[in-house]
């Protein structure tokens, strides 16, 4: 027996890696077409098939935006954009994918959405890093820190140390200052329920 014979006798099995987005495009597979703005919950491609996949009528895109949470992913909509499921740290399926999008429209505006909290903005540097695009953090600011102050969290001993690192580096020191001043950071979900 090879090995995933022997997993699957213990009921584990290997699980396809699936990117998900959503938004006013229209995606070719294999030459079929599928009018993604028909999906209001978007459209989950297998990273398998994903070299099989590419874009047309990407017109009315002005913006790509990736997203850290699956829920906050089904729950967002925003006009003239291409949402991404990016799950905390991208993988080399959905950098592929992202690099793909960005060929094609190297000229609109990156965006991502994640956790306003130290890792969040590791997670962006790690995005900004592995694609070499340069995204911006949305929503992830000391409005929405304050805004929602109710929601905040603690900061815990590993959040402070990776603040402090982000901040050495001069990288979100504002967003992160207030974190460690405030104590507090935030999930996106809360975010998403009330925008």
Sequence with gaps: MDTAEILAEYGIYHTPNYVYLKGDVMVMIDGEPIKLRTLNQGLGISGEDLRKVTF??????????????????????EPDSLIIYLGGYHNGIRR??????YQELPRISYY????????????????RKGTG????????????LT????????????????????IVQE????????????????????ISISQ
């Design 96 to 101: 592929t994918l992202l690099k793909k999008i």
């Design 171 to 190: 990288k979100y020191v504002e967003v992160l200052q207030y974190m460690l001043n405030n104590n507090c950071k935030l999930e996106q979900e809360i």
């Design 56 to 77: 047309s009528d990407l017109s009315r895109i002005k913006q790509v935006i990736t997203i850290e949470n699956l829920t906050t992913f089904f729950r967002w909509h």
């Design 112 to 127: 991502h959405f994640g956790d306003i909290d130290p890792d969040g903005y590791y997670i962006l540097e790690h995005l």
């Design 147 to 166: 805004k929602y102050a109710q929601y905040c969290k603690e900061l815990t001993d590993k959040d402070r140390v990776k603040a402090d690192n982000l």
């Design 133 to 144: 695009i340069d995204f911006e953090p949305l929503y992830m600011n000391v409005f929405e």
